[in-house]
């Protein structure tokens, strides 16, 4: 037989060490005598011996005649592995943490109607309930106070002559709500705000300072 | 050392080391398709939208025992393809024939695993994790699935013909299948189960 | 039991029939007329001629012509898309009326959308892969001293396959209706069900699915003949560049066409079975695709363009009349590109968000890509300096290349900093750039590699008058269409736009672009005129030595046109250039021995069949056609392994005979006064010809005979 090809001793070899290489991970593990990172790479670490002692002794690599094609193209290939899988989940890990909803992504995911990315909530509502009304009248929002629960929205009409300005939070400290700005308002116009975020919120027309109101969103 | 070869060995002989290299060329391929499987899983096993968790979900025991069966397979596939190289017919059918039942036994027991979470619930359109465990270890079954009924036809045809220096080829073919199907279960193992539990 | 649901499967009816100009149009234009063509040919020559000596043919010659013909076939199609692009874009100001019943233009949107979609699938995969697999294997075997491929079976199943995804491509104008209306990559979760509910994506998986599987065959293939099937002492660095080229690319091919494979698994699973890889909700990850698909996009521009830098360096080797001017260098240079071709990816979206990191360290490599690929233009260019150089017209089109392809690559390095990618992504810039890279570098080594070896193909060099008219309006055409289109891609205007706003004084620009589109467009047509021109011309144009350019490689040794078993005898190389040296030695007496063949085989052909009715099966849920057609394929596959009947030898003395038959009927050699009397063909008596050819038939109603 061919050097190549290998004996029966070298299978046999192969076959034990595959089975020690087998067992002390699974023990490790399911014991729970590692745990985290530390169990991670050394899960690893045993895969990819064993795995290289299947290519020695099951596979007979290297002992091809020169030149040792196949060893070349077997080592570009663990690099390209490493390359798919490694690179793939540096990228987007670092994306998912760039990317996180902020208020700005908010709004845009409310946009859209997107609710989640990947395992993250985007906090945006991809359904709404019961839409509430406030007219704004003559300086005066109606009704002031608002019940609602999440997911619901609220229609803000301008029925005034002059143009109005919805912000949110105190009339010299405006904050943003749902990643919404301000609702501007010209005269005669309606705005839609989808609350998807819980909590009291007051409001009011940030041209005039008037119109002030505020709404509880309840889960 | 060795004796010089007929014109018609050397033609064998080369034609031989073509398909070698050529098979090994293309299981290259098959590993960099399964990267991607690979790294599909790890970006997504986290989105389990609530359901069931690896953890939860992956019975510990019966992954070390598919591991344990298909590595004995690769085993047996091996002496197998040693005694069809010594041109021991009855033997290599015998070991090759071991070969297979482990094979089919191995696909028992992910096939049980599979519809046991199909009927809890845990499907392939349930979530990002599921969709990505299925496809990465559903793939693997596939191909184990493949190289069985390449095992099946190939030994019938030794039976029928018996062990021409051409089926000793597919042979040895199928035998580097085996063997590479047997080294990405280990990542699979390694990657997805025993993972569950880091 | 809804028995038209079940066979027909959920999605086909009489609506998928071609109601609509565009796809009435198409499916007269890419389905019925080639069919038509085919059938006429079989007609004219004979079926047993059509089948048995090219279809179900083994000889890389013959399936490199045919993947040729077919890529010759997609280019039309997709140049007819650019002008209508090009075109729409002219027209599509706000200021302007609409025609045909649109708003701006006289596309429409999602029309428009279907055609750039077409457009880059059908130029990328159909067209430049299939010419470069089509020159690779009628060339390789040549340069290495070799008969066939490895794997014969396996070098016609990959044409079929390819053959298939085309149909696959132009299925869609006679059942369906729609194409893909997302961009050539189809980025998620646009390409989801939730987005894109038609057939149109389904058409873009599998029709990329079936041709990608077929490329990676013949990858293997490739490889395994290259480095196995070398002559005696051909060791790898006496290779000659075109076929290190070869081998860099198929290297490639075969590690990150699997990529594509298992990517477009996942997005088909996400259609067809409701997973979620890709989706927005249920835990998928949209932009995870677009990391996997450019993981293999970007290496597939390298994996097109290696075979071209091989062919324009023994071209400028052999039209400078003097050796490449460092091979080491050269070599060297193809593997360092190959080698980083994987590192660089995230340059397609800086913008996605993955952050600085990531960014700074893709961005460092997309410059260090450059250097390998800069170091082999100054070697060709090195190679002209101190050469007698012939300005035919392979030479025409490298001197074309180096003008295309550095601004490409220039405008690539500017691509490749994040913070200028950030301005130009997306743009027009963009747009211009790839397309200098592609068309310059590997459309031009297209035309290049097959200006240079057609004596090979046919027997005959081409017209060289009306080539270099050709050559003058495709470089003309694409300056004038693609140097604007940087202006405008610096201005702001993004990509696949149908149209924009009057104020943004775009107009001008899109119109320039336009006329270039004609040029371009009128060099095709004279590059059809050339071929033409030198059929008619084929005794006269006649390469009666074998060598009509003087060649330095091994393929130039053998007769033109090559005979089919390549070499009465394998030659032994001591040296680069290995033909070169054997031209300054005497050349040996003629050896004769025995030669193993391999038999021809319709498995090709049906598999690729089978695989085409089984997309067809995805592509409409008809679920008994594909499990059918899927199981029809497992059968073959084992009927063809199984069968140990496909070998058959040549007896020497056979081969001998027919040598000798073949120096019989060669052409003889035109005498001086003939071959010198006029210089080739021009267009204008072309035309003359043609007319008088017509006028000829009419009287003597020469179709009667048919």
């Known amino acids: ?219 | 050392m060795a004796e010089a070869l007929t014109p018609h060995q050397a033609h064998e002989e080369a034609a031989n080391e073509r398909a070698t290299f050529g098979f090994w060329v293309y299981l290259m391929t098959d590993l960099l398709m399964f990267s991607i499987l690979f790294a599909a899983y790890s970006v997504l096993h986290g989105n389990t939208l609530g359901g069931a968790s690896p953890r939860q979900l992956f019975s510990q025991p019966v992954a070390l025992t598919e591991t344990l069966i298909l590595l004995t397979s690769s085993f047996t596939n091996g002496i197998g393809m040693y005694r069809a190289r010594e041109g021991k017919k009855n033997q290599m059918l015998v070991w090759f024939g071991i070969t297979f039942l482990l094979g089919l036994s191995f696909l028992g027991l992910e096939i049980r695993e599979f519809t046991k979470f199909f009927h809890e619930g845990h499907t392939l359109t349930s979530s990002g994790f599921l969709s990505s465990f299925f496809v990465l270890v559903g793939t693997h079954g596939l191909h184990i699935t493949s190289g069985l009924l390449w095992m099946g036809t190939t030994l019938g045809f030794v039976m029928a013909r018996g062990l021409t220096p051409g089926l000793v080829r597919k042979l040895s073919l199928l035998s580097l299948f085996w063997h590479f199907l047997d080294i990405v279960w280990i990542f699979i193992f390694t990657i997805v189960y025993l993972q569950a539990l880091v | 039991m809804n028995w038209e649901h079940i066979i027909l499967g959920n999605r086909l009816n009489m609506d998928a029939l071609p109601h609509e100009w565009f796809t009435i149009g198409g499916t007269f234009g890419f389905i019925l007329l080639p069919i038509a063509a085919v059938l006429l040919l079989g007609k004219i020559k004979g079926w047993k001629w059509l089948w048995g000596e090219w279809f179900t043919s083994v000889d890389p010659k013959r399936i490199g012509i045919m993947y040729m013909i077919v890529a010759g076939f997609m280019l039309l199609r997709g140049g007819l898309d650019a002008l209508m692009l090009w075109l729409q874009q002219a027209l599509g100001s706000s200021n302007m009326p609409g025609f045909l019943g649109v708003q701006h233009g006289y596309l429409s949107a999602d029309h428009f959308q279907q055609i750039v979609t077409a457009h880059g699938n059908i130029m990328v995969f159909f067209v430049a892969m299939a010419f470069i697999f089509g020159l690779v294997n009628f060339i390789v075997p040549l340069q290495i001293g070799a008969r066939d491929l490895a794997f014969p079976f396996l070098n016609t199943l990959g044409f079929w396959l390819y053959v298939a995804g085309v149909l696959m491509v132009n299925m869609f104008f006679a059942v369906g209706g729609q194409y893909a209306a997302t961009g050539w990559l189809a980025i998620a979760p646009l390409q989801g069900k939730m987005f894109s509910p038609g057939v149109g994506v389904d058409y873009w998986i599998w029709s990329l699915q079936i041709s990608g599987v077929g490329t990676t065959i013949a990858a293997i293939n490739f490889i395994v003949t290259i480095i196995k099937m070398r002559a005696p002492g051909m060791s790898m660095w006496k290779l000659p560049l075109f076929t290190w080229g070869s081998l860099c690319s198929m290297c490639m091919a075969v590690a990150v066409f699997p990529l594509l494979t298992a990517t477009l698994f996942l997005s088909f699973f996400d259609r067809y079975l409701g997973t979620h890889f890709f989706t927005i909700a249920g835990g998928g990850d949209p932009m995870l695709y677009t990391s996997m698909i450019w993981m293999w996009g970007h290496p597939e521009v390298y994996i097109l363009v290696l075979p071209a830098f091989g062919v324009f360096g023994e071209v400028v080797s052999v039209f400078s009349r003097k050796p490449i001017a460092s091979y080491v260098t050269a070599v060297l240079g193809m593997i360092g590109v190959s080698s980083l071709a994987l590192s660089v990816w995230v340059h397609h979206f800086f913008t996605m968000g993955s952050g600085a990191d990531v960014n700074a360290f893709f961005g460092l490599m997309s410059m260090v890509i450059a250097i390998p690929t800069a170091v082999l233009m100054y070697v060709w260019i090195a190679t002209l300096y101190k050469g007698r150089i012939r300005f035919s017209v392979p030479m025409l089109w490298f001197l074309g290349f180096v003008w295309t392809f550095t601004i490409g690559g220039v405008s690539g390095v500017m691509l490749g900093i994040p913070p200028v990618d950030f301005q130009l992504h997306n743009s027009l810039f963009l747009v211009a750039h790839f397309h200098s890279n592609v068309v310059g570098g590997v459309l031009f080594g297209i035309f290049c590699g097959i200006n240079y070896w057609f004596p090979k193909f046919a027997g005959f060099r081409l017209n060289e008058r009306i080539g270099r008219n050709a050559f003058w309006f495709w470089i003309v055409g694409f300056s004038l269409s693609f140097i604007p289109m940087y202006i405008l891609g610096l201005m702001g205007a993004t990509r696949r736009l149908d149209h924009y706003d009057a104020s943004t004084g775009w107009q001008p620009l899109y119109v320039v672009m336009l006329i270039g589109g004609l040029t371009i467009a009128i060099g095709v047509a004279l590059q059809l005129a050339q071929i033409l021109a030198s059929v008619i011309e084929r005794k006269r144009l006649a390469d009666t030595t074998g060598d009509p350019w003087d060649g330095r490689t091994l393929e130039w040794s053998t007769a033109s046109p090559v005979p089919e078993y390549n070499f009465t005898h394998i030659p032994t190389v001591s040296t680069r250039d290995a033909f070169w040296e054997m031209k300054k030695k005497a050349l040996a007496k003629q050896k004769f021995e025995d030669i193993h063949a391999v038999k021809n085989t319709s498995a090709g052909v049906w598999i690729s069949a089978f695989a085409f009715l089984a997309g067809f099966g995805f592509v409409w849920e008809i679920t008994w056609l594909w499990v059918v057609s899927l199981a029809a394929i497992v059968i073959s596959i084992v009927m063809k392994a199984f069968n140990e009947d496909s070998e058959y030898v040549i007896p020497a003395a056979d081969v001998k005979k027919m040598e000798a038959e073949r120096l019989a009927h060669k052409p003889k050699a035109p005498t001086a006064a003939e071959a010198d009397s006029a210089e080739d063909m021009s267009v204008w008596e072309l035309v003359k010809w043609l007319m008088a050819y017509a006028m000829e038939v009419v009287r003597t109603k020469r179709w009667r005979k048919l």
């Open chain 1, 1 to 219: 037989m061919k050097r190549e090809h290998g004996t029966i001793r070298n299978y046999v070899i192969g076959f034990v060490l595959s089975l020690v290489f087998t067992l002390i991970p699974y023990f490790l593990a399911v014991n729970h005598l590692l745990i985290g990172l530390v169990l991670f790479i050394t899960i690893l670490a045993f895969a990819l011996v064993q795995a290289g002692i299947q290519l020695l002794f099951f596979l007979h690599l290297g002992r091809e005649r020169n030149p040792r094609w196949q060893s070349g193209f077997l080592m570009v290939t663990a690099g390209g592995l490493f390359v798919v899988t490694v690179g793939t989940s540096w990228i987007l890990y670092h994306l998912h943490t760039n990317m996180a909803p902020t208020a700005e992504a908010l709004q845009l995911a409310q946009d859209e109607g997107i609710a989640q990315i990947g395992d993250k909530k985007t906090g945006a509502c991809d359904e709404t309930y019961t839409v509430h009304t406030v007219t704004i009248k003559q300086n005066i929002a109606n009704p002031s106070h608002i019940d609602a629960r999440l997911c619901d929205e609220i229609v803000f009409t301008n029925d005034d002559n002059t143009s109005r300005d919805i912000a949110f939070g105190a009339p010299n400290k405006p904050v943003p709500y749902g990643g919404v700005n301000d609702l501007p308002l010209a005269k005669g116009q309606s705005q839609m705000l989808i609350l998807n975020q819980t909590g009291t919120q007051s409001f009011h027309d940030h041209l005039n300072d008037e119109a002030t109101g505020d709404f509880a969103v309840t889960p």
